[in-house]
């Protein structure tokens, strides 16, 4: 999949629809034939999507739909599989919603937009691109590229310890990634970003106001920033943790394990600490406004 996922429809909906009462919920069991590659899009406003990969050859779905929606839309469009869930004219319930349970070949690439809907993915080994406003984002990823959004929900996506690139973004929601490996980036406003990966070659974190967390294994040539407004950075590195380190808070405290003391200046409250680590040419640069930053090693 070469575009990434546009929230402009999902936004439009969120501001302009109030709330209301569903009066009940319509059972939905429908299939449609489908090759293990190519890609499976799903729309739905309010409730929930699980999707889960299979081996067989066509996409199943099933669960229910709220008393505001008008039909499912189930297709084919090229090579890709559309789910769309549409509401009824002049309807804007957005409270009790739909749940949509789909099954679809492991290939496939993946591509959901949701309002006010939760997002959950498991065994999907295509590319992913995954975004929610209001609704939290559970997935995982294998080897292929992972792009997840929501609003002010939280986001949560495990790897299998195989390289992959990972984006991650929330703007009032946390964000965890963990047996990740490869490239990773990752940004929240108030919320915390928590990293877990394997060997690490990149990793780009920030966080306005909440903790910025790293752990990892440092590759020969990582490059690692990390950087809060407000917001405390904690980073433990695995093995000797070999690199070049730059770390900088202009007024909360610098605490390593490792490495030269700390540098305050004479006339302010600006710490930093900058040393060279063993022999690899790794970088590792983290720097706070009024946060701390914690490195150490295991």
Known sequence: MNRRPSLA?????????????????????????????????????????????????SVHVSGTLADDVERLDLRAVGDRIVVEVILRENSHSRDAGTALKISAPQGRDLEVETVSAGISVRGIEGEQRLSSVSGSIDTEGFTTDLDVNSVSGNVTARGNGHPAVTHARAISGSIKLTGLAGQVQAEAVSGSVEVETGQLQRATLNSISGMVSIRATLADDARVEATSTSGRIEMLFKGDAAAEYDLASFSGPIRSCFGPPVVQERNGPRREQRFREGASSARVHANTMSGGIELCRE
């Open 9 to 57: 429809l999902a936004f439009a909906l969120a501001a302009a629809a109030p709330l209301g009462v569903a009066l009940g919920a319509t059972p939905v069991d429908r299939e449609i034939d489908a090759d293990p590659r190519g890609g499976l899009q799903v729309r739905n406003v309010a409730g929930s999507v699980e999707i889960e990969g299979w081996n067989r050859r």
